[in-house]
């Protein structure tokens, strides 16, 4: 399919540019963006409402080719992995987490990543490039789709939304990949697309601070940062990006991205590694960084370390969780510990490595957790607990 131009590629105003060339009005842009976004339309011929001289057009140039699915699973607790193709022997992952009130669906932007944070089994496998448009957006759109088709319901352009929230929080580090993921957020924003609300779309980060201030600028949605230390050594060792960009200024750079942010606080990423961030002093030295001179509006994501045989480290026990929550909490700022989701099928934060042989990792992963729960007891691995 080589030479076609694929209409996952093109934000809103590309895609009119492109119609304009192939001598069409602005508004076949539109109609165009609704097949494809709306109804997850790939054949031209059953776009009814264009021409069929545009349609013969769009057959011979243009293409809606989302990645290949290598494997689909789902998650006892209803989680639903895809694990993708991204050519020259590389796969990303995305991945599905329904709940009540939302459907949130969690997407990759690079295939690895080079930051290589000691405690993230994607940093550990190094970085081998950066996912295209199509690639990044070709998530939800495959997702959103593959999951209607599901459940039966027809695709159309209001009320049958499956995918309610994004959150860029998959495989790679997306401000590393910077114009294809703000073009890719574009996509979900706009209207004649998905139509989600800049509060609904998350972006990750392990801190990369002049592109967060581009952020606040080019595409302003939620923003979340992995902090994971309390002070720059900590950081340093375990996000090493932490030496370039270290924690005053990511600081700095977070209370100006709240300038232009859709919400009123940044969310903090804290994964729990048992003996290495995990103390109610760490906690402490956390509120004197986020409440000090110059504070920062937050709330804390606390993520169980979900462990994989290459790290070294060890989750902290659910107790000393609760613990180091209750200090923040208890200094005022609203802390979560996430549930722990998906893990029978390796979904799970951090367990994203992209590997071909998912099966057998499955596998693995069962019985390491076997191994887990006999040691730190029967609800290892199922952390449900919200405190507030
Ligand atoms: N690169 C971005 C987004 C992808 S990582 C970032 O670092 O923010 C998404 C989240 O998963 C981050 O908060 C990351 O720190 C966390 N994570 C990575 N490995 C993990 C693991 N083994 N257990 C729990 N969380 C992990
Ligand atoms: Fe990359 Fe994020 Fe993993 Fe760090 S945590 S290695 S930035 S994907």
């Known amino acids: 399919m080589t030479g076609l131009t694929n209409l996952l590629d093109l934000d809103p105003a590309q895609l009119v540019a492109y119609c304009g060339e192939l001598g069409e ?6 109609q165009l963006q609704r097949w494809i976004h709306q109804f997850g339309a790939s054949d ?4 009814s409402d264009l021409a069929k001289s545009l349609r013969e057009k769009l057959a011979t140039r243009a293409h809606v080719e989302a ?29 599905f987490i329904p709940e009540e009130q939302r459907g949130t669906l969690c997407i990759s932007t690079q295939a690895g990543c080079a930051v290589n944070c000691r405690f993230c089994s994607t940093g550990k496998q190094g970085f081998s490039r950066n996912l295209t448009v199509a690639e990044i957006v070709g998530q939800l759109w495959m997702a959103e789709f593959e999951l209607r088709r599901s459940k039966g319901i027809e695709p159309g352009p209001r009320g049958e939304r499956q995918i309610t929230n994004v959150v860029m929080m998959g495989m790679g580090e997306p401000l590393l990949n910077y114009e294809p993921t703000v073009t890719a957020l574009r996509m979900m924003l706009d209207d004649n697309a998905y139509g ?44 090493p990006l932490n030496r370039k960009y270290p924690l005053r200024e990511l600081m700095a750079a977070c209370r100006r991205y709240l300038d232009f942010a859709p919400r009123d606080f940044v969310t903090f990423e804290y994964c729990m590694l048992d003996g290495v961030n995990d103390s109610d002093a760490h906690a402490r030295e956390l509120v004197a960084l986020v409440q000090g001179r110059e504070p920062v509006p937050c709330k804390f994501n606390l993520i169980p370390f979900n462990p994989f045989p290459e790290s070294g480290l060890i989750r902290s026990e659910n107790a000393r969780i ?62 449900v607990e919200i405190a507030s």
């Open 25 to 30: 009005k602005p508004f076949r842009a539109k």
């Open 44 to 47: 031209f011929n059953a776009m």
């Open 67 to 95: 990645p290949q699915i290598i494997s689909d699973h789902t998650s006892t607790d209803g989680t639903r992995k895809w694990l993708l193709d991204v050519g020259q022997g590389n796969a990303v992952e995305t991945v």
């Open 196 to 239: 989600l609300s800049r509060r609904r779309v998350t972006l990750s980060t392990s801190g990369v601070v002049p592109m967060i201030d581009k952020l606040s600028q080019d595409c302003a949605v939620a923003l979340a940062v992995s902090l994971h230390a309390s002070n720059d050594a900590l950081r340093d060792d375990l996000v």
């Open 322 to 383: 609760k613990s180091f929550a209750k200090v923040l909490s208890n200094a005022g700022i609203v802390t979560t510990i996430r549930k722990t989701r998906g893990e029978d099928i390796d979904a799970a934060c951090g367990q994203l490595a992209g590997e071909v042989q998912d099966r057998t990792r499955v596998q693995e992963r069962m019985q390491k957790m076997a191994t887990y729960q006999k040691k730190f007891g029967p609800n290892f691995g199922r952390i």
